[in-house]
């Protein structure tokens, strides 16, 4: 009896968090309203709060599902590549791609901030800092004599740089850029960065 109680809670769990991404997929951030997760769920509210805490642990669990859906596609763009700024190119252009087909979750994981009083869990960090593993290890491969607190600097700086450049075209900011020329200075930025 036990273990079918186990399975409709996870399914519950499951499909909660499907229409939570699906809300912010279709409508971002600001889609995310309890009842209407709820609703989409096909369960009660209460029951949404049976496993999410609150509106921001429901949150944090869709920008999980959005940083996991990254480490795939940077998984993938790295496979078989040897040479690290090949790598590194790959991954930025790859975030790209990604940005481009998830705007709206890309955003949310950006735009949210946790509620005043509460700290971002000890896992969710984790998982941004696995993520730039990816850019660190081809990193340290082009700069052996980083130290680890350099190599952690070098890291953020080349996310920041490529996350920003992303950001600013995809919003169509006047001094984004577009198409073509977005994905060669993409890799000008990239080879700049990683130099």
């Avoid at 869709?62 to 090949?86: D, F, H, N, Y």
């Avoid at 190599?151 to 080349?158: E, G, I, M, P, V």
């Avoid at 920003?164 to 060669?184: A, H, M, N, P, Q």
């Amino acid at each position: 009896m036990a273990g079918i109680q186990k399975a409709k809670s996870e399914e519950t769990q499951r499909r909660v968090l499907e229409a939570a991404v699906a809300a912010v997929e279709a409508g971002g951030l600001e889609a995310i309203h309890i009842r209407k997760i709820a609703a989409q769920a096909g369960y009660s509210v209460g029951s949404i709060y049976k496993h999410y805490e609150d509106q921001d642990a429901l949150i944090l669990a869709v920008s999980s599902v959005t940083l996991g859906r990254i480490k795939t596609v940077m998984a993938e763009a790295v496979e078989g590549i040897e040479e690290p700024l090949a790598r590194l190119k790959s991954l930025a252009q790859s975030y790209l791609t990604f940005a481009r087909d998830n705007r709206n979750l890309l955003t949310a994981l950006f735009a949210f901030q946790i509620s005043e009083g509460k700290q971002t869990p000890d896992w969710h960090i984790q998982e941004n800092i696995a993520l730039l593993g990816f850019i660190a290890g081809p990193l340290r491969e082009l700069d052996p004599d980083l130290d680890d607190e350099a190599l952690a600097a070098r890291t953020r700086t080349c996310f920041a740089a490529v996350h920003g450049l992303v950001t600013i075209s995809l919003e169509e900011r006047f001094i984004g850029l577009y198409g073509d020329r977005l994905e060669k200075e993409m890799d000008f930025l990239v080879e700049r960065l990683a130099g």
